[in-house]
C-alpha cells in the first residue's frame, strides 16, 4: 500500500550523537518523532514528523489518572552493506491494535502507521548505529489525552512514535544470569491486561525486580497469579525450557505477552525438526526433570535481548543449575541465527526483515 508521505517539521538544530559504546539502553533519541491525534469525531488525522519535543497536556487528561495507554518495542538494524531492516515491524502494529482493544483504545491503521514509521526512520537514518549489537529502538505508544475525571475511556488520543539508539546488550560475550523465581508478587492475572504492553503491568514489577536485584539476581520469573504454580515469564521476557530434546514454553493464557521473539523462536525450532510445545508448565515439573538430569537449557525471548541464556534458577531456596552455567547449543543457534537475519548477515529464509529505504 502507498501512504501519503507525512508532514515533516525538520529540526532546526540537530543534536550531537553519542559515540556507539556510550549509548546504553533508552537514554538518547533523535531529532524528530512521528505524531498522530484522534478524535471520535475525526478519527486517526494529522500524521506528522515534527522535532523530539515535550507534549502538552491537561493535567486532567486521562492518561495521568487512569492509565490509559499501549507501547510497543522494536529495532532497526544496519546491515553491512548499510541497509537498514525491520524484523517483523507489521506484528507490533497489530499487537499495539491488540492491547489497545484491551484497553478501550481506537484501532490505528496498521499498513499506514508501519509506512509512516518508516519514513521517520528514513529522516533518522543517520542515528541507526553501525557498531555490532547496535541498534535504533523505536518506541511507539498511545495515550489518552481527553481532560475528563470521569471514569470512561478517553474520546482523544495521541499516537507518538520515538527513536532511541540503543547499545550492544552483550558487551562483554553472552553470560547466563541467575533468577529467582518470585513467590509473593504477581505480574499479571489471567483476564487482566497481562497480554498487553501497558504501563501499570510495568511499574507493578519495580519492587519485586529491585528487591530480586539487592538479592543478587539479575531479574525474577513470574509464577501464574492464581495458583503460584505454573511458569509464566522472566522479568519482561517469555521463557523456554529445553527437556530431554524437547522444547515447551507456557502457553499464551491471557497473562502473558504474546511476544514477537517467542512466536519466531517457535518457528524456528520447527523449521529446524526440534519439537516445541506451548502449555502449562509448573515450576515443580521443572525442579523435578533438573533432578532427573533431563533439564538441559533455559533461555529467555525479547527484542532487547534476544536470546537470554539462564544459568541458575532458585525456587523455595532451592537452586536449580543449568548446563554448568554457560549458554547451550541450542540457545545459542538461535540467538546467532536470530540476529543474523535482523542484521543481514543471514539470509533470511523466513521473509521477516522490511527494508527502510
Ligand atoms: C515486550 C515483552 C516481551 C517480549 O516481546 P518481544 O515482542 O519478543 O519483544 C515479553 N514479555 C513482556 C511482559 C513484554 O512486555
Redesign the pocket.
Given at each position: 500500500m502507498s501512504a501519503t508521505l507525512v508532514e515533516i517539521v525538520k529540526a532546526s538544530n540537530l543534536k550531537l550523537k553519542p559515540e556507539d559504546d556510550k549509548l546504553g539502553f533508552g537514554r538518547y533519541f533523535t531529532d524528530h518523532m512521528l505524531v498522530m491525534d484522534y478524535s471520535i469525531e475525526t478519527g486517526w488525522t494529522g500524521p506528522r514528523i515534527t522535532p523530539y519535543e515535550p507534549i502538552a497536556l491537561d493535567p486532567a487528561a486521562v492518561i495521568f489518572h487512569y492509565g490509559q495507554t499501549a507501547f510497543?518495542?522494536?529495532k532497526a538494524y544496519r546491515t553491512e552493506d548499510n541497509r537498514i531492516l525491520l524484523f517483523r515491524p507489521e506484528?507490533?502494529f497489530s499487537?499495539l491494535n491488540a492491547s489497545s482493544e484491551r484497553l478501550s483504545m481506537p484501532p490505528i491503521n496498521e499498513e499506514e502507521v508501519l509506512e509512516y514509521v518508516k519514513q521517520l526512520i528514513s529522516v533518522e537514518k543517520d542515528w541507526v548505529p553501525t557498531s555490532k549489537g547496535t541498534s535504533l529502538y523505536i518506541r511507539p505508544f498511545i495515550i489518552a489525552t481527553e481532560s475528563f475525571l470521569g471514569l470512561a475511556a478517553s474520546k482523544q488520543y495521541k499516537l507518538v512514535v520515538i527513536l532511541s539508539p540503543v547499545g550492544s546488550y552483550y558487551t562483554n560475550g553472552i553470560q547466563p544470569v541467575n533468577i529467582k523465581v518470585e513467590e509473593h508478587y504477581t505480574?499479571?492475572v489471567r483476564g487482566g491486561t497481562?497480554m498487553a504492553?501497558t504501563a501499570g503491568?510495568?511499574c507493578a514489577t519495580f519492587n519485586a525486580q529491585t528487591k530480586a536485584i539487592n538479592e543478587g539476581f539479575s531479574q525474577v520469573l513470574w509464577l501464574d497469579a492464581i495458583e503460584k504454580k505454573y511458569v509464566e515469564?522472566v522479568?519482561?521476557?517469555?521463557v523456554f525450557f529445553k527437556i530431554n530434546g524437547e522444547v515447551h514454553t507456557p502457553e499464551l493464557s491471557g497473562s502473558?505477552?504474546?511476544?514477537?521473539?517467542?512466536?519466531?523462536v517457535i518457528e524456528m525450532l520447527r523449521s529446524w525438526g526440534i519439537p516445541v510445545s506451548e502449555r502449562r508448565i509448573s515450576i515443580e515439573e521443572i525442579y523435578q526433570s533438573y533432578e532427573e538430569g533431563l533439564l538441559e537449557e533455559v533461555f529467555?525471548?525479547?527484542?532487547?535481548a534476544v536470546i537470554s541464556p539462564i544459568g541458575e534458577l532458585e525456587w523455595q531456596g532451592r537452586k536449580i543449575v543449568i548446563n554448568n552455567k554457560s549458554i547451550g547449543a541450542v540457545s545459542e543457534k538461535l540467538y546467532d541465527t536470530l540476529t543474523g537475519i535482523q542484521t543481514g548477515k543471514i539470509a533470511d529464509t523466513f521473509n521477516w526483515t522490511t527494508e527502510v529505504n
Open positions: 510497543e518495542g522494536m506484528k507490533n499487537r505480574r499479571a497481562g504492553k503491568n510495568y515469564e522479568g519482561t521476557s517469555n502473558i505477552l504474546p511476544g514477537i521473539t517467542r512466536m519466531s529467555s525471548t525479547g527484542t532487547a
